[in-house]
Every structure is written in C-alpha cells, then in structure tokens.
C-alpha cells in the first residue's frame, strides 16, 4: 500500500450537485475504509429526484473544519445488478490517513448525474484493494530495509516485513517465505529448536487495532502449512484490550486443515463482535512446529458490514 497522498488539486466542486459525508475512525498508519453508497436511494430520498448517476463524477474527500481537500484515491466496486439509471449502487473503497491520537475524521464524497454535464474521469491509483483493510501492511509487502516512513515498527533481518510484531522480532532474524499468495512478499517463519511457538502479531497502534465497542469485524488471512508437526500447527487469536490498554479477553480464529501439516494456500477468518468495553484489538498468528514452514499473507481485518452512505 502506498503512502496516504493528496495525487489532486482541490476541484471547484461548485460545479458537483450532489455531496454525502461519512465518518472514520483511522488507524495510526494509512488504512483503506469503505462505505456502501446507493446513489439511486440518495437521489431519491436526500435530494428528491432522480437521474442516471455519471460515475466519473465520484470525488472522495477529506474534510478539514468542514471544508473539502484535495480528492484522493479510491476504488467503486459495483453492485451485482448495477444499473446507472436505477440502481447506482456499491461498496466505495478509500485511503484514510493515519492520525497520531484516536480521533474521528470525516470524508465528503461528491457525485453528479449525466444530466448535470459530464465530469471528467479521476485517476485512481491502482493500489485501492477491492475491501477495505484496517491494517497497515497486511500484505508484508513493505519490507523494513531502507524504508522511509512514519512506521515505527521495524523488524531487522532479511525480507522482514514493517510494521508487525509479536515474539518474531526477537526470535527470527530472516522471513523464510518462498511464495505469496499475492504480490511478491508474504510472511513464513517455523518455531527456533530452542523456542516454545513463534507468532506475528499486528501492531499499528499499541496495544492494537482502533475498534469501535460494540461493532462487528471480519478478522481472517490466508496460510500455507508445508512439513508442520506438533500439537498447534497454527494458531491464531485476537486480544481485546480497553481504552487504557489492559487485556480484556481473547478471541480463537480456527484454522483447521484436511491435513495440518500439509495444505497449499487457504483463507480462514471469523466474525467478531468487539465487547462493549473494548477500544483495541491486535490479531496474533503463529505456529508451536519447529519443523517445515507456515506462510501467512493477505491478514485483513475490516468492519462486517460497511456502513451506509447516508
């Protein structure tokens, strides 16, 4: 994922007709959101008519004291029975810039329809996934060697992956992993002979994951097991803690095989509902195998249910 960036001047928005605001919570690092946006029902119900929405007219924006910044990246993945005319509708994926303190941030998405002129095309990134994420560096792509940002989770060694942690800082000084379930990069490691279990675990803001309490989550990831023995070939979890950091209690994600010890890529992941006194989350994976390789890539971690555009 590439580092959150204005990539546009500011639009003379005077000339869009339509806006909706939504509400995010950011992570401490740069985070993709997403919200479901029904153009037609807010057409019809917001704004008290109707039209076939120009879809190069979608802006997402930051709003700084309520006023419109730059336009920045994000992907429109549309509704299976999409229909510009009469069901303009689908999940808005977008970057959310990472804040230093737990704040709220509000994002404008501006939309028009064909009848208002056409607006001219945004050049999006390619980076936008097609789901959100919570979790910066999911993919381990971004490697701790010369990197350059604001991370402070490094992980020396060879291909070490930033921003995670867990006992694989101090147990390993080399990601073994010899294939990625995308890109060029996942995360393999084995239990050292002389260690109990080795585990990741994600780390963008200790003690975790800015959650709201009380909402439910997708946590899952996709594993590759070659040669694993012991007991717990993988293992994976997810700590709460409240608002002041103390654990809470910990949630189990299965991650049950045909054969344990050998199985090629497969995703696993559960949905959790946050407790009602739980403010942070941190998702652990690991394996107690002191043989063979485990291969983790592709952790995500993103609200259930993206909330409605309104």
Not at 7 to 28: L, R
Not at 60 to 73: E, K, S, Y
Not at 86 to 97: K, M, P, Q, R, S
Not at 286 to 293: I, P
């Amino acid at each position: 994922m590439a580092l959150f960036s204005q990539i546009a001047n500011a639009a003379d928005f005077e000339q869009w007709h339509y806006h909706a605001d939504t509400t995010v919570h950011p992570q401490a690092d740069p985070t993709y959101e997403a919200v479901y946006a029904d153009f037609t029902h807010l057409l019809k119900s917001t704004f008290h008519t109707s039209g076939m929405l120009d879809e190069n007219s979608i802006r997402v924006v930051p709003l700084q004291n309520g006023q419109p910044g730059a336009a920045i990246n994000y992907r429109f993945v549309k509704a299976a029975d999409f229909d510009a005319a009469t069901n303009a509708a689908g999940t808005l994926i977008f970057e959310v810039a990472g804040t230093k303190d737990p704040a709220t941030a509000d994002y404008r998405i501006y939309f028009d329809t064909t009848a208002n002129g056409a607006k001219p095309a945004f050049a999006n990134s390619d980076d936008v996934p097609e789901t959100a994420n919570m979790i910066w560096n999911g993919g381990f792509e971004i490697l701790s060697a010369d990197y350059k940002g604001d991370n402070r989770y490094a992980n020396p060694g060879e291909n070490m992956p930033r921003g995670w942690w867990g006992n694989v800082r101090s147990f390993l000084d080399k990601n073994e992993a010899t294939s990625a379930h995308s890109g060029k990069h996942a995360m393999g490691f084995v239990t050292p002979k002389d260690k109990k279990n080795v585990a990741i675990a994600s780390a963008p803001s200790p003690p975790g994951l800015r959650l709201t309490p009380g909402q439910s989550y997708l946590f899952s990831f996709w594993m590759k097991g070659e040669n694993l023995t012991s007991r717990y070939p993988v293992t994976a979890s997810v700590y709460w803690y409240d608002k002041d950091g103390k654990f809470l209690t910990r949630s189990n994600i299965s991650a049950n095989s045909s054969d344990p010890n050998n199985f090629d890529w497969a995703e696993t992941g559960v949905y959790l509902t946050a407790p009602d006194d739980a403010n942070f989350a941190s998702m652990y994976i690991g394996t107690y195998s002191q043989t063979g390789l485990l291969t983790v890539d592709d952790i995500n971690v993103r609200v259930a249910v993206p909330p409605l555009l309104q």
